[in-house]
């Protein structure tokens, strides 16, 4: 079996890679060390597992992190001994910790609009329709000021993203039109999502075509009195909004990794001395 302690009082994810008996290094990604950290930590324990699997092989290595107010460790039981573990990576506390917070913001208003459609369900049906389309307009809102304080966020946070996104944005200012500075940016639009953040972050997003069709509906009934572009009323349903709340959860929980990811190769691992691992 190996362990490796870390110190969790400081980090919000840790990152690992270890060697397999088969001779392949293999790496964790991030894993959180734990949740959302309160003022008090005083009794509180948290555990977390994963798995694994060698490209090579395919042996499976199951992980369980142990954390609490004294201890903190990661071990892998199927691995021989602590030194086939070659490195152990902590993502300072800074770094991740806002974006845990607005993540978990994010969860509760998700949750919030989860329980707002169930009782909308529940009224007649000519109430139902005005309810459900202001449904539609908080959950595309919820979204939007998720993807939208995120990018802000680590933009104004980090030079280098503030960069990337300035140059991006004078190059296609001369390609395509005007994009906005920051502030002005609207993050309803899948589309220019996949834009903005490929621009200043350098990630690749999926385009998302529910997600878009919902916030082309939501347009309709802002802007247009509820019609579509032939007249015609538009009706929602409670399963649509259902199916739209999960497809933003997951997609927005993409987003937060691969964010989090690029923070981390790009700001704690680009920012350190040379030979440090
Ligand atoms: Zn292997």
Redesign the pocket.
């Known amino acids: 079996m190996a362990i490796k302690s870390y110190n969790s009082s400081q980090s919000d994810f840790i990152k690992m890679s270890f060697q397999?008996?088969?001779?392949?290094i293999?790496d964790t990604g991030l894993m959180p060390v734990c949740d959302l950290r309160q003022n008090n930590r005083e009794g509180y324990s948290f555990t977390y597992d994963k798995s694994i699997e060698?490209?090579?092989?395919?042996?499976k290595y199951p992980i369980h992190f142990y954390d609490d107010d004294v201890i903190s460790y990661c071990e892998i039981p199927s691995l021989a001994n602590d030194d086939s573990i070659i490195s152990l990576h902590e993502i300072p506390y800074e770094y991740a910790y806002k974006s845990n917070t607005m993540y978990v913001d994010f969860i509760q208003e998700i949750r919030k609009a989860q329980q707002i459609i169930d009782s909308i369900e529940n009224l007649d049906t000519e109430n139902q329709q005005v309810l459900f389309r202001m449904a539609l307009s908080y959950i595309i809102s919820i979204m939007d000021a998720y993807l939208g304080d995120t990018f802000r966020y680590y933009v104004e946070k980090y030079e280098k993203f503030k960069e990337q996104y300035e140059i991006g944005r004078k190059k296609s200012k001369e390609q395509f039109r005007s994009l906005k500075t920051i502030n002005e940016q609207s993050f309803q639009n899948i589309n220019k999502t996949v834009k903005l953040y490929q621009l200043a972050f350098n990630i690749e997003l999926s385009g998302n075509q529910l997600i878009q069709d919902a916030a082309q509906k939501r347009n309709r009934i802002i802007h247009h009195s509820s019609r579509d572009e032939d007249g015609y009323e538009i009706l929602i349903t409670a399963s649509e909004l259902k199916d739209l709340l999960a497809e933003i959860e997951s997609y927005v929980k993409t987003v937060g990794q691969k964010i989090i990811d690029v923070v981390y190769e790009e700001i704690i691992i680009g920012n350190r001395p040379n030979n440090e691992q």
């Open positions: 397999c008996e088969c001779g392949e293999l060698c490209s090579k092989c395919h042996k």
